[in-house]
């Protein structure tokens, strides 16, 4: 696709509900990240994909948190119980090769509230 | 361990005046330093990046940052803002071979008429 696409655009969970963000990088990038952005604050590093392999998870904030991309193209955040800590906007970023000098794609993001 | 500093949560300018956001960096090593928007319900989107070329380095919509080593810093300068400029703005410093990125808290830009 010509973006990253992430969806849902919003969700509202009940305190305890699991749910699952899902992105679609762009088709043939290699490398994928999602990040967690509390309101008024930058993003925060959750985890990294080098197309299946997931490389890096230290920035899941616990094991209710699991990510998985099996393909090694379209990506699944996973939280389960959700807590009211848990809101935020999850964003999902991709580039072609891995390495920062090539730049990212982010999406829009998923706006989670978990009520 | 890598980490960036913006000196200013909030920013707020004349339309048509210059506009200045401040970024200082840590780092053991030659960073890999980026500046991004985030308007309001959009992605975010790469202003500029610097990665060890030259120190200057221009941006899209007029926006260019200067690397000084000395300093430790990577301030984001326009000279002159359009109210469209309006939105928040990140300091990001590239992490490792992975291409992590570490943010900054963040400045919100405000344009005024």
């Known amino acids: 696709g010509a973006g990253v696409s992430q969806s849902p655009r919003y969700k509202v969970a009940k305190r305890g509900q699991d749910v699952a963000l899902r992105c679609d990088p762009i088709s043939g990038h290699v490398s994928l990240f999602w990040y967690q952005q509390a309101l008024g604050q930058g993003p925060e590093f959750l985890t990294y994909?080098?197309?299946?392999?997931?490389?890096?998870k230290s920035g899941l904030p616990s094991d209710r948190f699991f990510a998985e991309r099996p393909e090694g193209s379209v990506s699944t955040l996973k939280i389960q119980r959700t807590q009211q800590e848990d809101s935020a906007v999850y964003l999902c970023?991709?580039?072609?090769?891995?390495?920062?000098?090539?730049?990212?794609?982010f999406g829009s993001g998923t706006r989670l509230t978990v009520v | 361990a890598q980490s960036v500093t913006q000196l200013d949560s909030h920013v707020s300018v004349s339309e048509g005046t210059p506009v200045l956001l401040r970024c200082n960096y840590s780092?053991?090593?030659?960073?890999?330093l980026f500046w991004y928007v985030q308007h309001p319900n959009k992605g975010l989107q790469l202003l500029l990046k610097y990665t060890s070329a030259a120190t200057l380095v221009k941006g899209i919509n007029g926006f260019e940052a200067e690397f000084k080593k000395s300093e430790t810093s990577f301030h984001l300068t326009k000279p002159s803002a359009h109210m469209s400029d309006a939105a928040e703005y990140f300091c990001?410093?590239?992490?490792?071979?992975?291409?992590?990125?570490?943010f900054g808290q963040g400045t919100t830009l405000q344009v005024k008429p």
């Open positions: 970023a991709s580039s072609l090769v891995q390495g920062i000098s090539y730049g990212y794609t």
């Open positions: 990001v410093h590239g992490s490792g071979n992975t291409g992590k990125l570490i």
């Open positions: 994909f080098q197309n299946e392999a997931q490389l890096d």
């Open positions: 780092s053991s090593y030659s960073p890999s």
